[in-house]
């Protein structure tokens, strides 16, 4: 049984449109967190949730947003997507709490995203 | 900043041979490092996860070994299957970056029947 679900699993937009992202998990995880993965690739971390805490990485580009209703789902709205934007979406969860960093990452089956 | 590399970019091998991907990374102040599998348009499936005081990690025919003071990890792979052809990434959590991992761009490893 999938832990980690994305949805859609191919999305395509136009440049320009709002898109959203969709992540839920059954693990009951208190992180989650998205990726960006371009071909041949490392997976890029934009941000990730500590429980409510929203923490962006730097180099993010405000052109991305996320949403975290609850523990079990989490949200990657991209406002404006552009030609360079089209990529594997990757969500995934972990359990992170004082002195237990060392929890596995649990990945979905990712989005991709084209952009025309 | 934190680099992690994976030698080689890719790697066919015939069916049934046994085999060691690379994973090099430069600052050695890690918490734990991650080898993943991940096949064409799909999601991340974590293989191993060895703690930084740990020096090797098994399970069936993969076993990840970790030399921390040097920056270095390998992934063993025994008797290699047609199946096991895959991109394999290692990913590396620094002691102090809490949650973040750093990722190499990967093994693309294909095993000919």
């Known amino acids: 049984d999938a832990m980690v679900i994305q949805n859609p699993r191919y999305q395509v937009t136009q440049f320009g449109k709002p898109v959203t992202l969709s992540c839920s998990q059954t693990?009951?995880?208190?992180?989650m967190y998205w990726y960006q993965q371009k071909s041949s690739q490392a997976p890029k971390l934009l941000f990730h949730?500590?429980?409510?805490?929203?923490?962006n990485e730097a180099d993010t580009p405000d052109n991305f947003q996320s949403r975290r209703p609850n523990t079990s789902f989490c949200f990657l709205d991209i406002r404006s997507p552009g030609l360079g934007d089209a990529a594997m979406y990757l969500c995934a969860t972990s359990r992170v709490g004082r002195g237990r960093t060392n929890e596995k990452l649990f990945f979905g089956s990712g989005t991709q995203l084209s952009v025309l | 900043k934190q680099e992690v590399t994976q030698i080689p970019a890719a790697l066919s091998v015939p069916e049934g041979e046994n085999l060691v991907l690379n994973c090099s990374f430069t600052d050695s102040a890690i918490y734990n490092l991650q080898w993943f599998r991940q096949d064409p348009g799909k999601g991340l499936t974590s293989l191993l996860l060895i703690q930084s005081s740990q020096r090797e990690q098994t399970s069936g025919r993969l076993n990840a070994s970790l030399d921390k003071s040097s920056g270095r990890s390998t992934l063993y792979i025994a008797a290699s299957q047609p199946g096991d052809s895959a991109t394999y990434l290692c990913?590396?959590?620094?002691?102090?970056?809490?949650?973040?991992?750093?990722f190499g761009e990967g093994t693309q490893l294909t095993v000919n029947p």
């Open positions: 949730y500590y429980d409510k805490d929203f923490n």
């Open positions: 693990l009951n995880h208190n992180v």
């Open positions: 990913a590396v959590r620094k002691e102090t970056s809490g949650s973040r991992l750093t």
